[in-house]
């Protein structure tokens, strides 16, 4: 009986640990999120726009001054110019910025990425 406690009390102990320590993505509810590639942001009282906050970031940084994503883009993500284009591959977007692997051969700043994945959270809508 004391053998058959023991352990499931330690199979108890382990999964609590383990859910403790665990990553939430709260989204857009608010709170810190964490990424693979260290990548940490927050949505509490942001509700970026498209056309105010996050087509400026695509030209700047990811279509018209890097070309990786320009008009006629190859590459794996293709361009992203327009509210359509970045719509049909944000949950890839999502990912590459949160892993660390996007954009290539520069950064986002904190205010960019909170932009940006908040945007994608609240359902990335053209406005």
Do not use: Y
């Not at 284009?85 to 950064?107: D, H, Q």
Request: some cysteine; charged content about 10%; overall charge positive.
């Amino acid at each position: 009986m004391k053998k058959t406690f023991a352990v499931i009390f330690f199979m108890c102990s382990v999964s609590s640990l383990f859910i403790a320590c665990s990553k939430s993505d709260t989204g857009s509810g608010g709170g810190t999120v964490s990424g693979g590639g260290g990548i940490t942001f927050s949505c509490v009282g942001i509700t970026p726009k498209f056309s105010t906050e996050i087509q400026p970031i695509l030209n700047t940084v990811c279509s018209n001054n890097s070309a990786c994503h320009a008009v006629g883009a190859s590459n794996s993500g293709g361009p992203f110019t327009t509210h359509a284009e970045v719509f049909a591959k944000r949950s890839n977007i999502r990912v590459a910025i949160l892993s660390g692997s996007m954009p290539k051969n520069t950064s986002l700043s904190q205010a960019q990425i909170n932009a940006f994945l908040c945007w994608i959270d609240n359902g990335a809508p053209n406005n």
